[in-house]
Structures are given as structure tokens and as C-alpha cells.
């Protein structure tokens, strides 16, 4: 690590958030709720079996339980929805992730809407984007959400300073480009059409880079003393940002992986106890 450089530690950011929530989920278990994440997977996907998987382990280790929903790929739209109705109409459930891409004959926008708000933890939903660009989502989309506890915990003030964020999926790149807004930055979102995107980016003080190709974003893309979030994950643990390069001159930087990463699940799991809570006061 090059001298006077900021690393922005993901794993210790997720640790303080799971911290946060153990006296919470004992709370809840001594009133008999126990806070519950169901995960659909559709198909075989290898890298989409291993998210699961680890967003599982997560649960287990903090109390949360987790119901696993294995669907074939031959599954239709409709059998899909269906599903997710059966888990919205289940009380014992708290939140629902329908962990994407799902198979191209799927229509993964509808299935997304099927999700009801109440359970909606990651932010997928129009209604909750909606929610989440005027400010008072209860569930923010995950990563952007993880962008937003890293550079709080870290005590980076976003206040003036000028935001770059290449990308715009409506999961990551948007919501994220709206938090930062709403957090008083100022906001450049690029995306493939963007023009001198190198130029745009080294204007940056602040490099959201949310693209999905391994080491896009080239050392001299960052001026010097930015701070870089890669929220990118790709073949062979390799970010967005090409890191020892960026390294150079950002002042911060979070690495991949242990960067977004982590926070991107504990993020989930408190959006999970926050609906359990909810649902206690709702209802008790």
C-alpha cells in the first residue's frame, strides 16, 4: 500500500453494520420473531448459486433465517410470480430477494414488481426506486446503500463535492447516483454513450464505477486525491477499476474484493431486521 492512502476495508464497514443488529435480532427472537430473507434462484447459474450461498452463511452466523427457493430453469414468468405471491402472503417472511440475471425467457422486471414493498429489501422495485430517489426509501437498492455506509463510516463528507458514476442499471448506477444527490454531491452519471468519459471521470472528486467489465476504469481516469468506489465484480476477483493504477493517485479506495462486497450483504441483512421490526410494530 502506497504511502498516506486510504483503504477503504469493506469487511470492517459490514462488521460494524452486522454488530449493530445482534441485540436487535435477540429483541425480536425473545418476542418470537425471528427475522427471515427468502432467496429465489432461478437456473444453474454457478456465480449466482455462490451469492446465494454466502448470503445464506451470512444469515446463519447473525440469527437471521433463511429460506433457499431452488426454481428450474424452465421456469415461466408466471411460475415465478406465482411464487413470490405464496412469499408475500407469508407472515413468517420478512424480505425477499429474487437473485438475478434470471434466464432470458424470464420477464425479470415483472417478476421484480411482484415483490411487495413491505419486502422489497433489495431495492428492486419501481415503487421503492421512486421511494428511494425522493429520499425516504426504507430499502434502498443494496450496493448503492453499501456505497453510501462506506463513505459514512469513513466519515467522507459528500457536501459539494462532484460525484462521477459510470454506469445507470436501474439497480445500481441510478439509485446510487440519486443517494449521492440527495446527500448534497453533485452528479455526473456516464454510461456507454457518454463522450471523453476519461475527461468527464477526472473532474470526479468522488468515482462510483458500476460498469461490469474488469479494470475499465484506467488509473489516469482518476485525479489525484479522489475517492474510488468500485462497486464491480468480475471473473477472477477482478473490479471496474484497474486498482494498482488507481491506486496511484486516489487518496481512497476500496479494494475487490473486501470492498463493496461485504457491505452489499450486510446491508441486506439489516434491511431484513428493519422489516422484522415493522412487522413487530404492525402487528404486536
Known sequence: METGKLILDGNQVAASIKEKLVERIRILSAKGIVPCLATIL???????????????????????????????????????????EKLNDD?????????????????????????HIVKDVDGVTTLGFAQNAFGFADYPSCTPAAILAILEYYKISLEGKHAVVIGRSPILGKPVSAMLLNSNATVTTCHSKTK?????????????????????????????????LDAGYNEGNLGDVDYDACLHNAYAITPVPAGVG??????????????AEKYDKRYH
Open 42 to 84: 432461478v437456473g444453474e447459474d454457478p456465480s449466482s448459486a455462490t451469492y446465494v450461498r454466502m448470503k445464506g452463511n451470512a444469515c446463519k452466523k447473525l440469527g437471521i433465517q433463511s429460506i433457499r427457493v431452488d426454481l428450474p430453469t424452465s421456469t415461466t414468468t408466471a411460475e415465478l410470480i406465482a411464487q413470490i
Open 196 to 228: 471523453k468519459l476519461a475527461d468527464i471521470v477526472r473532474l470526479g472528486d468522488i468515482v462510483v464505477a458500476a460498469v461490469g467489465k474488469p479494470k475499465f476504469v484506467q488509473g489516469d481516469w482518476i485525479k489525484p486525491g479522489a475517492i474510488v
Open 262 to 275: 461485504p457491505v452489499t450483504i450486510a446491508i441486506l441483512l439489516k434491511h431484513t431486521v428493519d422489516s
Open 91 to 115: 407472515p413468517h417472511i420478512h424480505g425477499i430477494l429474487l437473485q438475478h440475471p434470471v434466464p432470458h425467457h424470464i420477464d425479470e422486471r415483472e417478476a421484480f414488481e411482484a415483490i
